[in-house]
Every structure is written in C-alpha cells, then in structure tokens.
C-alpha cells in the first residue's frame, strides 16, 4: 500500500496523521520546525498551540463545540486524547497544559509503528507520483508553499487576522483584589466552579480603560497585511474598544454572573484570567488578544485593578491568517478538484478553531485510508458536528462570501419534529440526533478502521 504523505504537523495534521495510521495506512509527516520557524510558534513540538490553551466549551449537550468534542472522542481523535488526558481548570471549557499537550501528541505519533516524522520544508505542492497528499499547513503556511497553494487554486487566498493573548505570572496577580471564580459558578469538566482569576473595575476605571486602549500606540501594518480584514470571533481588544464604550462589557469584559463574595459592590465590568499551563503558574487574559505595541501593552494593562505589578510570560500579538475557497476548490472528501491528489485539512480550508480544525484532518485521515484501500469512504451525516462543518466548507457555504467559521448549531439541518422546540431543548434534541447519527455512521465502517 502506498504511503500518504502529510503536510503540516499542527492539530489538523496530527490526527490526520493519527487516524490514517490506525486504520494500517503508512505515513510520513512533513514538519517544518525547527528548520524553518514561524513568527507565532515558539517550540517544534507538534499540535503545538500558539493561540489560546482553550478547546472551548466541554458540553456536548448544549453547545455545538462541545458535542464536536464528543464525536471527535468517539471517533478515536488523539488531539481529544491528549487534551483530557492534559485538560486544566477552567469552568465549563475544555483547557489544556498546552506543553503538556503538545508534547503528548508528539510522542505519540513518534511512537507510532507506521508514522514517519520528516524534520523539512516543502515549499511546493508534491506532484501526483508523490501518491496520496494532505496539506494541512493550518493559518502559517510559509510564503513559497502558499504562492504555489494560490497558483494551484487559480485565485488568491482569502485572509484575515488572527491574534494572540498576553499571558501573566500568577504570583504578580495581586489578590487582595483578585478573586476565583467561574461565571454563575458554573461547574466545568474536572469539577471545580472558581477555575477563573477575576479582576473588577469600576465604571470610572472602566472608562478610562477604554479610552487607552483606543489611544494607545500600535503596531503599524505591514503593506500586504493592509486590505486583510479581521475574523469577527477574534477581534483585538482595541478594535472592540473602538466599536462603542460598551462594547467591551458586552463581550470579553461583561460582569454577569460574577460577584467578589469580599465585596458588596457589583463590579462594572470584569477582566477574567484562565489557567494556562499544569503548574498554574501562567494565566491567559481572555478576550485579549491585541495588536497594542509592547510597551502600551504593559502600561495599560497594568492600570487592570489586580495588575498593577503584572509580570508578562508572553504579550500579545497579531498574525495573518490564510485560508483557500473550499467550497469552490474541494470536493466532498476535502480533495482539490483539479488536483484529487493532493486533500486540504484544518484551518486552511476555512474551520476556525483549534478542534474544528483537528475535526477535518481526522475526516481527512479517514478519507485517504478509505481510498487507499479501494474502499468507499461515506462521508458523516449532515446532522453530525463533523458532517456539518463538512458541507458547509464544501459547498453549504456561498463561495462568493466565503469566511472562516466555527461550529455551531446553525450549520445543522433542522429538526423533523412537528413541533417547533426552541432554546435549550433545541440544542440538546440536535445533540441526542447527532451523537446516534454518529453511533450509525461509525458503525458503518467498523472493521474498516481502528479506534482508541
């Protein structure tokens, strides 16, 4: 049998790479780092995650990100492995050590029998003698690999930015004004319900807050970052401030469902830190990711009740992030149209997010061991997390406004009850559909693939 190659050791390429090898097909994983680094990584370890250390929401009952998780866990994803297997504190979300991570998914497909890590850079798409290929060079493909992406596609990419949160050592945190605690006390995946720093600010404080983040110096564009506009679910916080004085109370700084149990005072808005790494000695400001200068990022982000004395493990910052036009490019199991050779995986192909992008290399992997061994490969049920993100990013979407989107209830098809539910009921009756849909379409191809 012939040996699929893959492209891109992040999370799509990881358990791309994972769920082809189980299913006996031999692979070898192309990784860059450490011969060629990016702007963004700072290790050569695998599915290393240079963003946020959150998976999101755990609940696969209510939120779509959360069943994806469920579906990814029964579908043998070892990106879902090694992050319950190194999952943090942090309420109703799904937070990992992010070393702790990155260095289990690496050790793992280095340990695999039929994987094979190759330590290079390809800058050009493989031809077809290369045999089956998965590119998955996720939002930092290097510039020569994606000129010849754009050249292969016919068209330019589409981009937008992606930024990057400061993260704070915990013992420069002042807690005579911190508090823990999770919004409505809300028990997350290990049990606890305060798994959340708090820092409050005042209504005076808040303002002026606002008013520097909108007059701090930043960084300027580069000539090509210019015309690249901003994914919505990730705005730099200036750009939130600049929206409207409230814009902010209303997203990553609201105050509902958190209360000082010291203070009889209500906060006007709060500045949430969440566990970043095992020891829990780093912690992410949440929502903060900015394209601040350095040193403005110091100065007001230390006026933060809480942070006067602030120390920084890592500031904020802001890349360009590219993805192609899937739905006018891919086929229904992610293979360019004019090159079936070569499949598309993760972030490139439009997901937004660590385990949508995670979820199309696990498809992508399933798709080239079906094709190598001759078999039909059915695709997930519409109904499904998986199967939604799928159609959506091969033709549900209008190819004329294409953007990068996470999963949510809205790409799934509606209910057949006669009945209409709404709310809460919803989600849950879309999520029970989901999980049997899946149980069926796993079923379906036992025998065909291993599972952990």
């Not at 730099?236 to 005072?265: C, H, N, W, Y």
Request: aromatic content about 8%; some cysteine; overall charge negative.
């Amino acid at each position: 049998m012939a040996k699929l190659h893959i492209i891109g050791g992040g999370l799509a390429g990881s358990d791309a790479a994972w769920t082809a090898a189980e299913a006996g097909l031999d692979v070898i994983l192309h990784e860059m780092r450490p011969v060629r680094g990016t702007f963004a990584h700072q290790t050569d370890g695998l599915a290393e995650l240079v963003c946020s250390n959150s998976f999101r929401s755990d609940d696969a009952m209510n939120n779509a990100v959360g069943l994806l998780h469920e579906e990814m866990r029964r579908a043998g994803s070892l990106v879902m492995q090694m992050a319950d297997r190194h999952k943090l504190p942090a309420g109703g979300a799904l937070a990992v050590d992010r070393e702790g991570f990155s260095e289990g998914v690496t050790a793992a497909l280095a340990g695999h029998p039929r994987i094979a890590i190759a330590r290079e850079e390809i800058t050009a798409l493989p031809p077809a003698d290369w045999g089956q290929v998965i590119v998955a060079t996720g939002p930092l493909t290097s510039e020569s690999l994606s000129a010849d992406i754009a050249r292969a596609a016919g068209q330019e990419h589409l981009a937008f930015f992606d930024a990057i949160a400061p993260i704070v050592h915990r013992d420069s945190i002042d807690f005579e004004t911190a508090w823990f605690q999770s919004r409505y006390d809300k028990k997350g995946p290990g049990g606890g319900d305060a798994d959340y720093i708090n820092l409050p600010m005042t209504e005076d404080q808040y303002r002026g807050f606002v008013a520097a983040l909108i007059g701090g110096e930043k960084t300027d564009f580069k000539e090509w970052e210019k015309s690249t506009p901003y994914f919505e679910a990730c705005l730099p916080i200036e750009v939130m401030a600049a929206r409207g004085e409230e814009t902010l109370r209303f997203g990553p700084m609201k105050p509902v469902g958190l209360q000082d149990p010291r203070s009889p005072l209500r906060p006007h808005a709060v500045v949430q830190l969440r566990q970043d790494n095992a020891l829990g000695n780093l912690w992410n400001m949440v929502g903060f990711q900015t394209k601040l200068r350095h040193g403005e990022q110091v100065k007001i982000f230390r006026t933060i009740p809480g942070l006067e004395k602030a120390e920084f493990a890592r500031l904020g910052g802001l890349h360009r992030n590219t993805f192609i036009n899937s739905p006018r490019l891919l086929d229904g199991e992610l293979r360019l149209k004019s090159q079936p050779h070569l499949r598309f995986a993760g972030q490139v192909t439009g997901v937004e997010g660590y385990v949508e992008s995670a979820a199309i290399g696990l498809l992508a992997g399933r798709f080239a061991a079906a094709e190598a061994r001759g078999a039909s490969a059915p695709p997930p049920p519409a109904t499904t997390a998986f199967g939604a993100l799928l159609v959506h990013i091969t033709g549900g979407a209008d190819a004329r406004t294409f953007q990068p989107m996470n999963v949510n209830f809205g790409l799934f098809p509606p209910l057949s009850q006669p009945k209409k539910i709404k709310g809460k009921d919803r989600k849950q009756a879309m999520s029970e559909r989901a999980l049997d849909d899946l149980s069926v379409w796993l079923g379906s191809s036992a025998g065909t693939e291993n599972h952990i």
